[in-house]
């Protein structure tokens, strides 16, 4: 047997590893959030071959000689290397399949082997996956605050960014108060806030999420209409 036949046989008693449970399965909605978890757990049985088609199937005999009073004849045997494969890529199929949806296992379920599986799913998620994120883009760079609070418009482009990263696009702080100065600036209540925040951003003294939510409530809290104070009844005598 080769060595590199030698060296799954070694992996095969760790592959009981890949009971443990996947705690979200796959959906239409979470690709990028599945994936994360699943690639450790093959990685760690060193079983990842199994899913990029790195370790190949091999032949299902062995063609070899052999001789009888004399003469020789070619026969065929059982490829020993062959049966292991297919142990170990029907345990990290399992493993696969248990980790996903209904609706999802309904598409793949054409697929015999881990990398057949593995391939589907990429190839369908990573289209919807660039989709989304498109649509999130357009989302997050459209957003206005109109009649939202400060908390809710600032927990709004929050989210959507948080969505982006999901989806494979990670924003930083500065592209996401960018993005939330932009919003603002469609609001004349807001005009000097974005000026004073844009200001600031150009004379190198960097803001914070955390800090630009505290400012963008006392900002609102300015904004606000001022309450006459209650006067003062006095009760009748």
């Known amino acids: 047997m080769s060595s590199s036949s030698s060296s799954h046989s070694m992996a095969m008693p760790s592959i009981a590893f890949l009971g443990h449970t996947i705690t979200e399965k796959l959906t239409h909605d979470n690709f990028l959030v599945w994936k994360v978890q699943v690639l450790p757990h093959v990685r760690a049985v060193v079983m990842i071959g199994y899913l990029d088609g790195s370790i190949k199937e091999p032949a299902t005999v062995i063609v070899t000689e052999k001789e009888t009073n004399g003469k020789k004849e070619t026969i065929e045997i059982p ?77 709004k482009m929050k989210g959507l960014a948080d969505e982006l990263a ?42 914070g999420l955390s800090e630009l939510f505290s400012l963008l409530l006392s900002a609102e809290a300015r904004s606000l209409p001022s309450t006459p104070p209650t006067p003062l009844i006095t009760p009748p005598t």
């Open 166 to 207: 999901a989806a494979g696009k990670t924003l930083d702080e500065d592209d996401i108060i960018s993005h939330i100065l932009e919003g603002l600036m469609h609001e004349p209540d807001y005009n000097g806030f974005v000026t004073s925040i844009s200001t600031r951003a150009a004379t190198d003294q960097p803001i």
């Open 79 to 155: 490829n020993p290397e062959h049966a292991i494969w297919v142990t170990q890529d029907q345990q990290v199929l399992t493993f696969l399949l248990a980790s996903l949806s209904r609706e999802v296992l309904m598409q793949v379920s054409n697929n015999t082997t881990a990398a057949g599986v593995w391939q589907a799913l990429v190839e369908s998620f990573s289209a919807q996956s660039r989709a989304r994120q498109i649509q999130l883009r357009s989302a997050i760079g459209n957003a206005r605050k109109g009649d939202l609070s400060a908390s809710a418009y600032f927990t």
